[in-house]
């Protein structure tokens, strides 16, 4: 894990704002890396690692879906859970007008716009967990409840392992 001083983000900002307990860590970002790249770094399971993916419906309307690290969304569940056509990523242009953080350093705390957010089930039943602080080669370490208590995500069993 790389040390260096911790990046000050709208999404620490308003975590420390409701007196939410949380870890930083700074890590070698390396471009498409991923969950994998940050759990090796940080020395943990990926699978505490969540994932802030922008997707958007068929509408063009975007979500933040949050997914354990190892696994990956089932968009054509979401669609079904969600009553929509299909369910399908953000370009990285259009995520990053919505949230307002760049692709790769997406967190779902503090977005531009405010969007609804899904979270895979199995998330809650953590310990902790490493979510991006709002900026590239920056996790912050939570708990899920504290987690679900600032983004009231809609829980859903969307996810699938990855290959």
Do not use: W
């Amino acid at each position: 894990m790389r040390k260096g001083k911790t990046p000050v983000t709208p999404a620490t900002r308003l975590l420390k704002q409701a007196k939410i307990y949380f870890t930083q860590h700074i890590y070698a970002y390396e471009e498409r890396g991923g969950t994998a790249v940050s759990a090796r770094e940080l020395q943990v399971d990926e699978h505490q690692v969540v994932k802030t993916l922008v997707m958007e419906d068929e509408k063009c309307i975007p979500l933040i879906v949050l997914m354990h690290g190892d696994q990956e969304v089932s968009t054509k569940a979401l669609a079904r859970t969600l009553g929509v056509k299909t369910i399908s990523p953000c370009n990285s242009d259009i995520a990053q007008k919505h949230t307002g953080y760049q692709v790769g350093g997406t967190s779902p705390f503090a977005t531009r716009k405010l969007l609804p957010v899904y979270m895979e089930k199995t998330i809650q039943s953590l310990q902790t967990i490493y979510i991006n602080g709002g900026k590239r080669g920056f996790l912050i370490g939570l708990s899920p409840q504290d987690m679900i208590d600032i983004l009231a995500p809609t829980l859903v069993e969307v996810g699938i392992t990855s290959n």
